[in-house]
DNA sequence: TGCCAGGCCGGGT
DNA sequence: ACCCGGCATGGC
């Protein structure tokens, strides 16, 4: 079937018109896991003050975090949104990460990718696309990053059911593409950009998106 | 003003 | 195994 050709068809062409996005926008790999968790349904925008308050506390390390009070944290990430159960979130990964891994993300990366998925995904509030993003952002690890913008996408242009779960949708992309980090990496950057240019979830752009002339819809999607 | 943003969990069917 | 309500701030 043509889907592996039009999938790497696309990718070039959102390459060529959006042009590299040097995702993740975070300074370390430390940083880019807790933004992971942070924007959880929640614009970048408001990610961004959050890790700004926790990097002026000095508290954006594991042995800091490790050390914050729950209370703290919360107040220090309310820009952030659902700051009460984002902080939960972010105690129970790093005592996660200090009970069995010495608090040292090296320790975690050292892992396989797909084993290191599954092992993200037994911490609470570490679903699958916050555990595809770490793997793939901070660990630098080939997986898929599949999000509302990748399933709206492809469900608009009719490449995939209503039905579609996560792992199903990460597969198309996996399958149809070579293994590689650095495409992934880019490749979900730019469907995101997509997403948040031309495929809101209301107001569609469809005559000015860069994959108009593709078939689509532009009803639903939702 | 109301709706949306780079999800996930827990309880009820 | 699905389905749904809850979680919450800031921007347009």
Redesign the pocket.
């Known amino acids: 079937m043509g889907t592996s050709k039009t999938l790497k068809e696309i990718y070039d062409r959102l390459l060529k018109h959006f042009g590299p996005q040097h995702?993740?926008?975070g300074e370390t790999p430390f940083e880019?896991v807790i933004?992971?968790?942070l924007?959880?349904?929640?614009?970048?925008?408001?990610?961004e003050?959050a890790i700004n308050n926790l990097k002026s506390a000095g508290l954006l390390t594991p042995e800091g975090l490790h050390k914050c009070a729950l209370p703290r944290l919360?107040e220090l990430i309310?820009?952030?949104?659902?700051?009460?159960?984002?902080?939960k979130?972010l105690k129970s990964f790093i005592d996660w990460l200090f009970d069995n891994y010495e608090g040292d993300l090296n320790q975690l990366f050292s892992k396989e990718t797909s084993a290191l998925r599954e092992e993200l995904?037994t911490?609470?509030?570490?679903?699958?696309?916050?555990?595809?993003?770490i793997v793939l952002?901070a660990a630098n690890k080939p997986t898929f990053?599949c999000?509302?913008?990748t399933y709206?996408i492809c469900l608009r242009h009719r490449m995939i059911a209503e039905?579609t779960?996560?792992d199903e949708l990460k597969t198309l992309f996996e399958d149809a593409l070579p293994r590689d980090a650095k495409l992934f990496n880019e490749y979900?950057?730019l469907l995101?950009r997509l997403?948040?240019t031309y495929c809101?979830?209301?107001k569609p752009l469809c005559d000015q998106c860069p994959l108009e002339d593709l078939p689509h819809t532009i009803e639903d999607a939702?």
Do not use: C, M
């Open positions: 995702w993740w926008p880019v933004g992971a968790i924007t959880q349904n929640t614009n970048w925008s408001n990610v003050k919360a309310k820009p952030s949104g659902y700051f009460n159960i984002k902080a979130r995904l911490v609470k509030g570490i679903g699958p696309e916050t555990a595809d993003s952002y990053v999000d509302a913008y709206r039905e779960g996560y979900h950057a995101v997403g948040k809101k979830k209301t939702g």
